[in-house]
């Protein structure tokens, strides 16, 4: 008998999530898991199984030993393909990780030729003559130039690829797609949904595929005859993911604040996107800076956990939506980062998150929402959660995901992993009225 289909392995957490809900959209059960599972975990019947890993930022050696580890479990459940999810954006260090990780990978499955395809144009990340685009802006020009740990300052992927891998780098273009360079990685270029197709299609007989999860999702298209796959009844929540017009905020607005269940949102990315969706929440909901100039962390946890409980019992509002945010301004992340360098204020930043969100779980809070890749792994290690079921789409590539194994008060803990720079400016309004 032969295990899951796809056996995936995902560098960061809001990233795997991504992948999974892109694969639900497939017709796939799939199966999200925190860290490598332990040799005995069982996935009944998932076609896919995700890997989430934290290991986008770490020293390369550190994230191939980890990614090894991933690729040992996936095997061991006997996975019929591989796939290693990074981002779109195709974040990364001259070290790494994308490069080092894929090598390993390669060379462990003796797959000669490898496809990297990080484009997702359905959130306007576009590769063309292998330059990665973010909404028609060089990625180089980008907010990711300023991205706190990995900064991205050259748009040419094949350049970028090269200086972290062994293998020779070349292009996979639109015009030439039957390409045939044994023992190459290769850069696809795809500007729209017809060319992912086309790259799936391409990489049909492939043992590893890389990239983001808009090819994740045609890949397993094309994997999966279309009668195996699970149908998916219209629970596409376009009412959640639609940009709204004024009307229709207010109501939402309404509708967010009469949630049943306390919500939070932990805001540690400091992308434009989260900003813009921090100020927009900030004009109707109380939203709290963390006060990073304290020397401890734990003080700086409890200061923001005594300011949300004062507004839980500041009015009758108990079910008040508010937000804690660490990076809504340059001057704080600054600021910040000369105190402590940019690793060091980054981890901090991470910890005191992490503190929060055990605090909110012990206050009864039900849905979580965090935006941030490496603060939704901060988060969810800290509640100690090993996998999630996937839940409603609230914007492309952000589902709501519910804990295995954990519940609040006979509720299930629901979260929304945002990567920093998905969802519209008004997304933590989407993500509030969209029931999980
Ligand atoms: N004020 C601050 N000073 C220094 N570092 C900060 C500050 N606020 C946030 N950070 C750090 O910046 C990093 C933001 O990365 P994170 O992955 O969470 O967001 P992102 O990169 O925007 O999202 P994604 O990885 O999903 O694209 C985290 O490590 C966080 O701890
Ligand atoms: O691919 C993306 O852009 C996201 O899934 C992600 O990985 C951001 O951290």
Redesign the pocket.
């Known amino acids: 008998m032969s295990g899951p289909l796809l056996g995936c392995i995902a560098d960061?957490y809001?990233?795997a999530t991504d992948l999974s809900s892109m694969l639900v959209r497939a017709g796939l059960r799939v199966i999200q898991c925190f860290g490598t599972p332990d040799a005995n975990a069982k996935y009944g019947d998932a076609d896919a199984v995700v890997v989430s890993l934290k290991s986008r930022s770490i020293p390369a050696d550190e994230a191939v030993s980890m990614s090894f580890d991933a690729l040992r479990f996936l095997r061991s459940i006997e996975t019929q393909r591989y796939f290693f999810k990074y981002?779109s954006t195709f974040?990364s260090t001259p070290a790494g990780n994308i490069g080092p990780v894929a090598d390993a990978l390669a060379d462990e499955l003796d797959a000669s030729q490898v496809i990297f395809c990080p484009a997702f144009p359905e959130n306007g990340r576009t590769v063309y003559c292998g330059h990665l685009f973010v909404g028609g802006v060089p990625l180089h020009e980008s907010s990711m130039r300023n991205?706190?740990?990995n900064p991205m300052t050259d748009s040419d992927l094949v350049r970028v690829l090269q200086a972290q891998s062994k293998r020779k780098v070349e292009r996979l273009s639109l015009g030439n797609p039957q390409r045939d360079e044994s023992g190459c990685h290769l850069i696809a270029d795809s500007i729209n949904e017809d060319d992912l197709k086309r790259v799936a299609e391409f990489s049909r007989e492939h043992r590893l595929l890389t990239g983001g999860s808009a090819i994740a999702r045609y890949w397993a298209e094309a994997l999966l005859p279309n009668q195996s796959r699970r149908s998916i009844e219209a629970e596409t929540n376009e009412d959640c993911a639609d940009n709204l017009g004024s009307d229709a905020a207010e109501q939402s607005t309404a509708k967010a604040a009469n949630s049943q269940t306390r919500s939070v949102v932990l805001a540690?990315?400091?992308?434009d996107a989260?900003r813009n969706q921090i100020s927009e929440f900030a004009a109707t909901f109380p939203v709290m800076n963390v006060d990073?100039s304290l020397t401890s962390i734990d003080d700086s946890a409890s200061l923001a956990l005594d300011w949300c409980d004062q507004q839980w019992h500041q009015s009758d509002e108990s079910e008040k939506l508010i937000l804690i945010s660490?990076?809504a301004n340059t001057e704080?992340?600054e600021a910040?980062?000369r105190r402590w360098g940019d690793q060091e204020?980054?981890n901090r930043?991470?910890q005191i998150f992490a503190l929060i969100a055990k605090g909110l779980v012990e206050r009864g809070v039900g849905r979580i929402v965090v935006a941030?890749?490496?603060?939704?792994g901060a988060v969810i290690n800290s509640l100690g959660i090993d996998a999630v079921r996937i839940g409603r789409e609230i914007a492309p590539g952000v589902p709501w995901v519910e804990a295995i194994g954990l519940s609040q008060g006979g509720h299930p803990l629901s979260l929304a992993l945002k990567?920093?720079?998905f969802g519209g400016p008004r997304f933590f309004f989407d993500a509030l009225e969209c029931e999980p």
């Open positions: 960061d809001t990233g981002c974040d991205h706190p740990l540690g990315s400091c992308s989260t990073l660490s990076g704080v992340v910040a980062r204020a980054a930043v991470e941030g890749g490496e603060t939704s990567s920093g720079n």
